[in-house]
């Protein structure tokens, strides 16, 4: 009632205020009167445009008034000072001042001067041509200028359409920019305008569009262009409102920050989240909020906060003004100040409300990181919906909510799957995020650093993450030995998988534990984090420990030992042939049968047959029992010791006669012709080999004597045991294979004696069969000379041979041995320069075609570059080349191929 008696006295007042300007007589009193008047009304109607939102009475009134001041202002101007403000052709009247005041009325209404662009220009009786009269039409322009923006603002800012719609119309505004800048670029070259006529076009629109209030025209400060054409003028409209488009939304924005729309945003923030008001009084000041735009950004935690309210209309009108205020306002900063507020709503009772306080949780993102373990107790919730919307919510905050959701996974076991795929879902690589294997180790040391509940939770989690961190090998390693978390422990080694290949020392000892899923799980595991654990040191190292526990017995810490040995395998034979070279007999033994249990055809294994230069070292022994247990073994690896029958032979000569028995049923085992000799004494052994030696007969003792001569180290022994053999009637092809090594010797004359009497002997010996058997132990001989051979200069003997060494020599070039391969190149050269050409060579594709379909990729590929040398003469290897096209290995492939060309003539 008061404000209404407060209105009618001010209206009176300005009412009253405007008298004397048209009942006083013309004078300097009135004069200045005006001018203060002028002044106090200017300066109140700037305040009512700022202050208030709407165009009240008074603020009409206020211009109304201020119309007719400025209409008697340029009268009494003109009667008090005359010429020097005004001019005319004749004195005016009052007629000619209301013409002169309305028609700068209308040009101030006139906003973006469309008089001017259709020359709508009358003849003016009165016109202004001082500075002080343009100073007073200035504020006239100006004050028309405020009532008019203040209605366009007033239209803009409670039209539903506008806000709702602001997007669209910004991309209007903008395709009409384009619209008009392309129109007028096309107009401009099809009327052959200069670059500078173009430029001043847009300039002069620019300035007639910026100069709402007239201010050039009133002080003459610029020119009317003229360009030519309906079509320009339409389009300078055009282009003039499009960027008046522009100024109107940038004044409104400043427009809306200065008048605050009667009321703060902290008092509108502060009403809306107070619960002192009613419902209705909050929705109104919501829809307060809504009306500063994006003034209204401080008042958006306040607004998120109503999202957690009971009252649905309350939540919806809060959703709908931030949306508003800001499209974007999840990313606002303030947003997090509201997160504490929506964790604690997460408990309410009314479903509802938990689901608009997840989705605004999910709609923050980020800042609502410490939302995640409320969200994912949620999870839980008996609502499917709810359950759905949380994880939804967690996906959206993030990147932060992934230690959070690590951290979960102890206390939430049951909803482990859910988190563990939101976490896929967030980032396929999450476990490469800091946070998160800062997280995984915390869990890996509470698994290794407690017990109970706690320890089996974390252990449990760390399985659900299958974690790939190397980090957390130390932790997992010392709860191999709790049972509570041991098969955990294994199973997380497993999923870390090669980085965690420092573990495979200790798991090789769970192999002998007594538990077989136990044993299973660590044999697993062990695959997976070295491939190759078997080779190891650590799997070498163990499999000792494990052969000793064998012969402890129920004294061993190792329960299961000789399980352990069988799954690591053939690799342990190394170490169980040196146990059976020892005086210890039960440990002999035990080593004997483990390597049953390990391989029953362990002889004939490659790991066996590496022992054979330790085993031959083993024959000079200076303990007699080492040196029989030695030969049993060689003997019981039988043609695959051929290595050692040199060391074998001079053992026939040692003083013990137990070793020399043992020595020579080992050379018979080694050399003999009958395969049935060996088996009498493995009866695991049934490959049939060929002999390297013929059978030596117990009664030539002369031969053996004869053959133990030509080992001796001095030169004229050797001579004299050629000579020997030399004079032998009728000769002893039994010696054939021991002078062909001696084709090997190290002195000239012992090498020329021996091929004569090779010579003497068997006239053929170039095709004897241990010619096979003897050159790729030259070969290995010269490959590598570091090794202890027994031949002296076995290039020397590979000469004497010849051509034939050829067809034994080109399968070496594709041996599993490259540096047997390797020397084997040259010594062909040297027997034979063209020997790619020779029959002997053919003889040898059959088993060089053989090694085509080797499982290693490298002899498959030599054996293709062999057969490409020999050229025609393989032809017979075209099949086995033909089917090598479709190897795996790219570079087979092109070795075949190149091989196939050469083979057929292709040029």
Partial sequence: MQSVKYKKLVLGLWAASIIPCFFFKNSQILYWYILLLTSVNMGMITFLTFKRESISLPFTFLNIIQVLIFFKLFILLNHLQGTPHFSYETPPVIADWIKFTGTHI??????????????????????????????????MYIMVNLFIFKIIFNLINKNDFMITHAGGIKLLRFGGLIISIAAVSIYAWKNHWHLKTYILWYMDNLIFTLDTADIAR?????????????????????????????????????YLFLIKKGRTVEKLAHICESSQYPVDKRIEAIKGLEKYGKAARPAIPCLIRNLAETSHNLRYAASDALDKIDPLWPEHQLAEKAVP??????????????????????KIGEPAQNAVLGLISMLSNEHGDIRLISAEAIKGIGHPAIPMIIRGLIREKDNSDIMISILEE?????????????????????????????????????????????????????????NAVRINAVRILGYIGENAKQAAGKLVYLLADSDEKFRHIALETLEKIHPQWQNSDAAVKAAVEFIESLVQGAESEFQEP??????????????????????DKNLQNTAKQTLKNINPAWPKTDEALTMVPWLSKALSHENWYIRISAANVLGTMGTGAIKASAFLVRGLADTNKNVRSAFKKALDRVMVRNEALLNNDNDNSNEKTDSYWPAIESNQEDIIKLIKDLEENRVSSRLAALKSLSRLSPPRLEAVPHLIITLADSDREVRIN?????????????????????????????????????FALPYEALKTIGTGAIKHLLPLLADKNKAAANAAGPVLEQIDTKWHQSREAQRAVPVLAQKLGDKDWYVRKAAADVLGKIGPGAVKAVSGLVSGLSDKNKIVRESFKEAMDKILLKK
């Fill in 106 to 139: 209308i040009n101030a209404i006139d906003l973006i001067d469309i008089k001017d662009l259709y020359y709508f220009n009358y003849h003016q009786p009165v016109v202004h041509k001082s500075f002080f009269a343009g100073i007073v039409l200035l504020l």
């Fill in 218 to 254: 009133i002080f003459d400060l610029r020119s009317i262009p003229e360009y030519q054409g309906r079509g320009i003028t339409g389009l300078s409209l055009f282009f003039r409102f499009i960027i008046f488009t522009y100024i109107v939304v940038l004044g409104n924005n400043i």
């Fill in 341 to 362: 507020a929506l964790i604690k709503a997460l408990k309410s009772s009314d479903k509802s409300v938990c689901i608009s306080v997840i989705k605004t949780l999910g």
């Fill in 426 to 482: 967030i980032d396929p690589d999450w476990q490469e995020n800091e946070d998160a294997v800062r997280e995984i180790n915390r869990i890996a040391e509470i698994m290794a650093g407690s017990s109970g509940p706690e320890q089996i939770s974390a252990a449990l989690a760390l399985e659900k993450i299958k974690p790939k961190s190397e980090t957390l090998v130390p932790h997992l390693l010392k709860v191999l030995n709790d």
């Fill in 562 to 583: 000789e399980k352990a040995l069988a799954a690591i395998g053939n690799t342990t034979i190394p170490h169980l042939i040196k146990a059976l070279v020892n005086t």
């Fill in 754 to 790: 021996a091929l004569q009497v090779l010579e003497h002997t068997d006239r053929n010996w170039k095709q004897h069969e241990y010619i096979s058997k003897i050159i790729p132990l030259f070969i290995e001989a010269i490959a590598d000379p570091s090794t202890r051979s027994p």
